[in-house]
């Protein structure tokens, strides 16, 4: 579970979005009413609505050794993972990695913990991390997180939680710091993990993960 342990061992390494403007300016028509009788009639023609200036999408751009990744587009709640069903709860799963993969690129973990419990030790010890070596300065690249494969029989075990077998593969970390372009690193894993989900008020929830071994 090397993606999760490198995060708890070296809090010291470890490790934001974009507005969109749309203007709509439309052009008006008037027309010339008559000035007196056996005048000739006079028209003004409708001025052409000016064209809209177009949606402007910042482009992502990946972190590397200069500096952090820009314009990360952050994960959509599928409507799949919305559902008390076990499809819901598998795509919930991948959900919540791409939640941590937005994480690690950013340092931003609000979405994150909005769907994790505060009672998931490790979850706690990854997001602090994370959250205050970005605010400290250090950023770190590579590290993208897979889940290829995500199975569960849909069955409350004995906690009252239903359990997720997932593999996670995660690329090889490269951790930096304006002082320090490239000063540490994490080589690529390929890992089982259990996750502990729970559907309450509406929507799943993490409650824990841990590894397989």
């Known amino acids: 579970m090397t993606f999760l342990f490198c995060a708890a061992r070296r809090r010291q390494w470890l490790p934001v979005a974009a507005a969109v403007l749309v203007i709509w300016m439309a052009g008006c028509s008037a027309e010339a009413t008559p000035e007196a009788s056996g005048s000739t009639i006079g028209s003004v023609s409708p001025s052409a609505s000016e064209t809209p200036t177009p949606t402007v999408t910042p482009k992502y751009k990946p972190a590397d050794a200069k500096g952090r990744a820009e314009n990360v587009p952050v994960p959509v709640l599928p409507e799949a993972a919305k559902a008390e069903t ?16 937005y994480a690690y690129e950013t340092g931003d973990v ?26 400290q300065g250090v950023w770190l690249s590579g590290g993208k997180l897979r889940t290829p494969s995500l199975s569960s029989t849909y069955k409350l075990d004995r906690t009252g939680n239903f359990q997720v077998i997932v593999q996670v593969q995660q690329d090889r970390i490269d951790y930096h710091s304006m002082n320090a372009p490239n000063y540490k690193l994490t080589p690529p894993s390929d890992t089982g993990n259990v996750m502990l989900v729970v559907f309450k008020d509406g929507g799943w929830y993490l409650n824990d993960l841990h590894p397989i071994r």
């Open 110 to 135: 609000t979405g994150l913990n909005a769907v994790t419990s505060p009672t998931c030790e490790f979850c706690v010890r990854l997001s602090t991390s994370l959250n205050a070596n970005y605010t």
């Open 86 to 101: 076990k499809e819901g709860l598998l795509a919930f799963g991948r959900y919540w990695f791409d939640q941590l993969n």
